[in-house]
């Protein structure tokens, strides 16, 4: 009943008016009207009030942007600034290239595309340079001139996420071919318009074939493939007869007939006459265009699992190989260590390796390479959810980059970490260490 | 019902009082909470910073999940991180900075003991001299006259604040590689910071110290900056010339023993010879590194001994300076400033210079006519703000990679459609006889990279 009093009493008026209002009242007001005005007085006074509070607490929220202070105004210049010349920097346009846009014709179907002139006789040319130039052997230490072949787009990556792990990809890459006395080609120019994208490997391999005679084995890597195991050297004495070397499982290949049964991420050609003539062979499906569209409805038609998309270069080379059986004679496809490794079923298991076996294995026990197929970070979108991606190739990196600096001393801080700690205290004699931990004093003693 | 108790005027007066305290409570409540939303309130902060602490909270917590004691454990972990996170296939939207976790704490240091860079060796010139002896497989000098080279560059293991900056070390790093593969030198990426107290510029010492010891068959060890770029890939560092040299930086003798200016020399791009008095200068080098009030104070008095130092901590080429300076007698017949060609080249005078270069010159020369080196000192690309513009520096650093790549390219028959240009033309026709062609450069099989073939 109290309270029945007190919403009278506050349906009328503020308390304030309340207060004075049991004085005053008597006296000033006079009439029902006065009242009237008072009352809607005080509706406007509570109004304008309350208006006024929801704009600062909207203010204190949301904010307005020419209010902000002069330091904040400072930071959205460059920022912008910034912003600006990245998206000029990451969009394709050319200054100085304004033919570029007349020149969008694309190869036909009726016309016949070629990697470059037709050579016959490389073997000979070959043999005859490496006698004339003793200097540049194509065996050093008794070992086989290899060169590792990767490479990326030459503009910036959709995020910069994408250029940091291609960075860190490229050190990881570093790292194995130095221990392992390998050199490194990293392509950033796309040599041929009409073999774009994927397909932008084999003018490469064929031009550096052809460059370079004294290197025995060209080594296509993906760029989103990282060493994981850096004591594991390629047992080259295994492939004395063959030519190519990629790894996939035969059942797969030629029972299935699947469009993952072989892996283009990671693979040798030899130098030699063979492998020109494969990749021309492998080259026709790749031209841009047409050509491309075509031959990627036929791979979808006759390669098991395959989703409909154009030709890419790995369905093309299963297809080659199904089709013309011939080549296989001088193709060997390895299994028994992870010349290409998936990574969804190896990066969980870093730590029980790490617990269990040791590097050199270069399988299922300690993989050479893990291989993140589908991630894309150079792009927008991947197939994969990013947080499972980029944490999953940091831990690779990490893996691989703890043997490395077992030599200096350091290991991480855990797969994700990094920061890195000492686990081997500083010495005045520390050639005990390097005969010790340096990979290249193992890598020597062991023969192909 | 309460007039009964005490009265209706007494309720009536009651009543109004609580009108009263309500709206004042109300009135209060909103005051504060606008204030709130405004100027914050101290260590309770604005709404905004309330959410961002929330959500941090919660990553604390599962990152903190992951601190066991023994492995298996920290596979359980890492998987329920993977797996209770956000399931975005979107790169843009991925904040990388929220995936790094650090499983151990960090060591604390005992404050009062004195930076050591490490125990102090005396004989590494025998100790060296002997394991050579002992591994005649890994010499130090290749085929005869040119020394072993192991060049040295890094950069940070977390990502660039500016989002291109990592794109630019990409380049850096291949143009490296590319100039490393032609002259047969090895590369060494640094991604990890051997020593907290010497973080920043000084970080290259503990490394530098660190490769030396463990790759003894090193003759030089060539550190080179990450925003130092190689412009011409045909010039060879004259190695004759520094056979009694132990440390070779770009610079002028003038400016820096009787200038004393802290750009006498140049610490971006080095040759430090391994031996015993390459470790005894980085004994002497390194004490003005460790950063906080050593830093600080070493910096206070680089300031006053040096020509035109501007007041900040202590940098290492500064400290180099003073060192050189004001120890002369003891490091400087050992030293060699070179300033015969760019070992180091400020990129201020030598970017717009390269279509005359181009057409009046050609690779080789090293000097200002053809710089070995372009270096973008002051860019910072990596970081959010440089001495310079951003459009001035990227632009730049672009023409000066591309200056560079057409020299590799130019091997393979292909150039870049100008020095703006990320894209490629031919420069001569498929032939079918490519052993014939003849790449004018001579890069290809140059004669520093040579095979001895031993005699078996």
């Avoid at chain 1, 080659?320 to 298991?349: C, P, Q």
């Avoid at chain 2, 959410?51 to 596979?75: C, M, N």
């Avoid at chain 2, 980085?282 to 300031?303: C, N, Q, S, Y």
Wanted: aromatic content about 10%.
């Amino acid at each position: 009943m109290g309270q029945e009093g007190a919403q009278k009493r506050g349906s009328s008026a503020l308390p304030t008016t309340t207060a004075n209002g049991g004085a005053n009242r008597r006296s000033v007001l006079r009439g029902g009207g006065n009242r009237q005005i008072h009352k809607t007085l005080n509706n406007i006074k509570i109004t304008i009030l309350c208006g006024l509070v929801t704009i600062l607490v909207l203010r204190g929220t949301i904010g307005f942007g020419s209010l902000s202070s002069d330091n904040d105004l400072e930071n959205q210049a460059i920022i912008e600034e910034t912003n600006r010349i990245l998206a000029e920097i990451r969009s394709d346009k050319d200054p100085d290239d304004p033919e570029d846009i007349q020149n969008q014709y694309t190869i036909s179907l009726n016309d016949t595309y070629t990697l470059g002139a037709k050579i016959s006789n490389w073997d000979e040319e070959r043999s005859l340079w490496l006698s004339r130039n003793q200097d540049f052997p194509n065996i050093v230490n008794g070992k086989a001139r290899i060169l590792l072949v990767t490479g990326s787009p030459p503009s910036p990556c959709d995020n910069a996420i994408g250029d940091h792990y291609l960075l860190k990809s490229i050190k990881n890459k570093i790292d194995y071919c130095r221990i392992h006395g390998i050199e490194i080609v990293y392509n950033m120019a796309h040599l041929d318009k009409e073999l774009s994208g994927y397909w932008a490997k084999l003018p490469l391999i064929r031009r550096l074939m052809l460059s370079h005679p004294e290197v025995e084995w060209i080594w296509w890597m993906d760029s989103d493939a990282l060493f994981t195991d850096m004591v594991f050297e390629l047992p080259l004495s295994k492939y004395k007869d063959h030519n190519l070397i990629i790894h996939g499982y035969p059942d797969l290949l030629f029972e299935q007939k699947s469009w993952i049964a072989l892996n283009t991420g990671s693979f040798l050609f030899r130098n030699c006459q063979w492998s020109l003539d494969l990749l021309d062979d492998w080259a026709p499906m790749g031209p841009k265009g047409p050509v491309r569209e075509e031959a990627g409805k036929i791979l979808t038609a006759n390669l098991k699992g395959r989703p409909a998309f154009e030709a890419d270069d790995q369905s093309a080379l299963i297809y080659l190989l199904i089709t013309k059986k011939e080549w296989m004679s001088k193709v060997f496809i390895e299994n028994s260590y992870f010349l290409h490794g998936y990574w969804a079923g190896l990066v969980d298991r870093y730590e029980e390796m790490m617990e269990k076996y040791h590097p050199g294995l270069g399988d299922e026990r300690w993989p050479f390479v893990t291989h993140f197929v589908g991630c894309k970070p150079c792009g927008s979108y991947g197939d994969y959810p990013v947080q499972r991606c980029l944490s999953s190739m940091e831990r690779a990196f990490n893996f691989a980059d703890n043997q490395v600096l077992k030599l200096y001393g350091f290991r991480h801080r855990g797969l994700l970490s990094p920061k890195i700690k000492r686990i081997r205290n500083e010495t005045a004699t520390p050639l005990q260490y390097v005969d010790e931990f340096d990979i290249r004093h193992s890598a020597q003693g062991t023969s192909n | 019902m309460l007039d009964r108790i005490i009265g209706p005027r007494r309720t009536r007066q009651l009543n109004r009082l609580l009108h009263k305290g309500k709206v004042t409570i109300l009135c209060l409540v909103l005051t504060i909470v606008v204030l709130r939303g405004n100027l914050g309130a101290g260590k309770f902060g604005t709404p905004e910073q309330d959410f961002k602490e929330i959500r941090e909270t919660f990553y604390q917590y599962r990152s903190r999940r992951a601190e066991p004691r023994r492995v298996l454990e920290e596979l359980q972990t890492t998987t329920e991180q993977t797996t209770s996170s956000v399931t975005t296939n979107s790169y843009a939207e991925f904040d990388i900075n929220k995936l790094f976790v650090d499983e151990e704490d960090d060591v604390k240091k005992n404050v009062n003991e004195p930076y050591s860079i490490g125990p102090k060796i005396s004989d590494w010139d025998e100790q060296r001299g002997n394991w050579l002896k002992q591994n005649p497989n890994f010499p130090n000098f290749v085929n005869g006259n040119k020394p072993r080279v192991l060049l040295v560059t890094g950069s940070s293991p977390k990502p660039c604040e500016n989002p291109v900056g990592d794109h630019y070390l990409l380049k850096s790093i291949k143009n490296k590689i590319d100039y490393c593969r032609i002259h047969g030198i090895e590369i060494f990426y640094n991604m990890a910071l051997l020593d907290a107290e010497m973080a920043g510029f000084w970080a290259k010492l503990p490394l530098i110290r660190k490769l030396l010891l463990s790759h003894p068959e090193v003759e030089f060890l060539w550190w080179m900056d990450s925003d130092a770029m190689f412009t011409d890939m045909a010039f060879e560092i004259p190695w004759e010339r520094y056979k009694d040299r132990n440390l070779v930086m770009h610079g002028w003798n003038e400016m820096v023993y009787d200038e004393k200016n802290w750009i006498g020399l140049n610490t971006g791009s080095f040759l430090l010879r391994n031996c015993q008095w390459s470790l005894d200068l980085i004994d002497v080098w390194a004490p003005m590194g460790p950063k906080g009030k050593i830093r600080d104070e070493a910096g206070k008095l680089l300031t006053r001994e040096l020509k035109d130092r501007p007041v900040f901590e202590a940098d290492d080429q500064s400290a180099m300076v003073w060192i050189l300076a004001s120890q002369k007698d003891r490091w400087a017949n050992k030293v060699y400033l070179e300033n015969h060609y760019y070992l180091h080249g400020y990129w201020g005078i030598l970017v717009d210079r390269y279509e005359e270069m181009i057409a009046s010159y050609h690779p080789g020369f090293g000097d200002h006519r053809w710089p070995l080196v372009t270096h973008f000192v002051g860019c910072k690309p990596c970081g959010k703000f440089g001495d310079y513009p951003v459009e001035r520096c990227l632009k730049q650093m672009d023409r000066a990679f591309n200056f560079g790549d057409n020299q590799i390219l130019q091997m393979y028959g292909f150039t870049h459609k100008s020095l703006a240009s990320r894209r490629v033309k031919q420069t001569r026709n498929d032939s079918s006889n490519p052993l014939e062609v003849k790449d004018e450069l001579g890069l290809l099989h140059p004669a520093y990279k040579v095979v001895k073939v031993s005699s078996s």
